[in-house]
């Protein structure tokens, strides 16, 4: 566990203090640890759902048509 001595201005008190109510816990450290918690799922790479991964998988199925430069590439559309 890491200890920390952190300044907080008055509102930031009373986020903690609403947190720490709403979820019934014992003391502002686990309200800090929630919130953190609800921050890293929310904005820090969250994990693909379920059916995009099957949607990846489908997509790496397929059979493409291959080229070996944007020229040959550009003959094959253009026709």
């Not at 952190?6 to 609403?18: P, W």
């Not at 990846?56 to 003959?75: A, C, S, Y």
Request: net charge neutral; glycine share 6%; hydrophobic share 40%.
């Amino acid at each position: 566990m890491v200890q920390s001595i952190i300044d907080l201005g008055e509102e930031e008190d009373r986020i903690l203090n609403i947190v720490k109510a709403k979820f019934g816990l014992k003391n502002k450290s686990q309200a800090v640890a929630i919130i953190a918690k609800i921050y890293g799922e929310s904005f820090l790479e969250p994990e693909l759902r379920p059916e995009y991964l099957e949607r990846l998988k489908k997509i790496d199925k397929e059979v493409g048509t291959p080229f070996k430069n944007i020229n040959e590439l550009r003959r094959m559309i253009e026709g």
